[in-house]
């Protein structure tokens, strides 16, 4: 497939073979969330953010797979590292507990990268935070699994504070963190001792005017502090093991925390001694323009968790935070998949070799300025930062029909909030894909304002 040619086409979605393969899949599968069906055919012509179904429909992908594809499909330096690895049985290795080695070269210079190497980029990369140490896992979930439990262990608190429309992941430690969606948690138990306050996403910033319900008394304080406060408040802060927060809120409708929220988050974490998580599942990797989103903030993390564009999952922290007693964190499978380590310090290399920061601020730029010249009849709010960007509807319905007469054009895209349509091209996304993608979306949304309206 010629990227520099390539444009949706699509006859009929769901083709017939979709159809065959959708019903097979769900003859033994859970219910989960399948959000369309497109099914992906990993043996056809794909470059960038273009693939092709198994009708032979060809789609732009603005979706990256929610993020766990960073780079987009078959990009060219990662192919071809990945076509020269003799791979080994078995591929699978107990990947943290155990050590992992290809070709020739020693670990500063080895011939095919590994968990080793995959550590010392992510500590390179946290380094300005003072965070040294790296423990890989499976997923997002596992790293705020294990973030939490690093700070449970080193505080020696039993309590934590969450926000209003988070989202950490689905097992039940990090289940009891989100809030969300209530179907993800509703009728599951809790992790106890977990207190929530709202998210500020006052793009005003003036803690004086915002109605968020964070900020109170004019400006002057906030619900946490009061929270906090050792004489008025009813939460002990020396119960308090870590806040966690979202640089970006994902799942929760792509919100853009207000820098006086996130330095209330500091001020209280430095008054108390209070360590900050910050979960950059989906945020990180330079989806923002910056490595981390959190760059971009007055706030400093004390841990991080990453998983999504890495590959695997990583929880990033100084030595002193870790525990030092053997088997106290440990993982069978953590990172021990040859080939997911390689990838991730692949696409750590790739997204700085080709400046790839750069350009996700560039086109997100692009895309902020295409979307807010767009006549896009039901938006009611249109945000981003870098590639992680965000349509929100007056109703969830037409979101709804937005998606579907999207993907019957041939673009690929993922509601998340209530009524809101996200964004995540791949970082390495170019002019004329934005534009395409940006009119595909447009002519969308007034197609579905005919049908919806008249």
């Excluded at 505080?155 to 809030?179: K, Q, V, W």
């Excluded at 977990?194 to 109170?216: K, L, R, S």
């Excluded at 993982?331 to 040859?338: F, K, Q």
């Amino acid at each position: 497939m010629d990227r520099a040619s390539a444009e949706p086409s699509v006859r009929s979605v769901p083709g017939a073979r979709a159809s065959r393969w959708v019903e097979a899949h769900h003859e033994h599968a859970a219910p989960s969330t399948h959000v369309y069906e497109f099914v992906w055919d990993h043996t056809a012509p794909a470059a960038g953010p273009f693939c092709t179904d198994v009708d032979g429909n060809v789609l732009l992908d603005f979706t990256s797979h929610v993020g766990a594809a960073p780079l987009g499909y078959e990009n060219r330096r990662i192919r071809e590292k990945l076509d020269a690895f003799d791979v080994p049985d078995p591929a699978k290795i107990a990947g943290q507990d155990f050590y992992v080695a290809g070709g020739e070269g020693g670990p500063a210079e080895p011939e095919f990268p590994g968990p080793t190497q995959l550590q010392d980029r992510l500590a390179d990369r946290s380094s300005d935070y003072g965070l040294d140490t790296v423990f890989l896992s499976n997923s997002g979930a596992e790293a705020v699994e294990n973030a939490i439990k690093i700070c449970y262990d080193d505080t020696g608190g039993r309590r934590g504070i969450t926000f209003e429309g988070a989202f950490h992941g689905r097992t039940l430690g990090a289940l009891s963190l989100n809030r969300s969606k209530q179907v993800h948690r509703h009728t599951f138990p809790d992790v106890g001792g977990i207190v929530d306050a709202p998210y500020c996403d006052d793009a005003g910033t003036d803690p004086g005017t915002c109605d968020c319900g964070f900020f109170v008394d004019g400006g002057d304080s906030s619900v946490l502090r009061r929270k906090l406060d050792p004489n008025a408040g009813h939460l002990p802060a020396d119960e308090v093991a870590y806040i966690i927060v979202e640089p970006i809120q994902g799942e929760g409708g792509y919100r853009i925390p207000s820098d006086p929220f996130l330095e209330e988050l500091s001020d209280l974490a430095a008054l108390h001694d209070i360590p900050i998580v910050v979960d950059e599942i989906q945020s990180g990797i330079g989806r923002t323009g910056d490595f981390w989103a959190v760059d971009h903030g007055p706030i400093e993390p004390d841990v991080i968790a990453s998983a999504k564009a890495l590959r695997v999952g990583a929880t990033i922290a100084d030595s002193d935070t870790f525990p030092e007693t053997e088997g106290r964190l440990s993982s069978t499978w953590g990172a021990g998949d040859v080939l997911a380590s390689l990838q991730g310090v692949l696409t750590l290399d790739v997204i700085e070799e080709e400046n790839l920061l750069a350009n996700a601020t560039a086109r997100g730029e692009q895309f902020l300025d295409l979307l807010a010249d767009a006549d896009l009849p039901g938006a009611v709010d249109v945000r981003g930062r870098g590639l992680m960007l965000a349509v929100e509807f007056d109703e969830k319905e037409r979101r709804d029909a937005i998606v579907r007469e999207c993907f019957e054009r041939g673009l690929l895209l993922l509601g998340c909030g209530y009524s809101t349509i996200r964004f995540l091209p791949p970082l390495d996304v170019r002019e004329r894909e934005v534009s395409m993608g940006v009119d595909t979306f447009a002519d969308a949304v007034q197609a579905v304002r005919g049908v919806r309206e008249h």
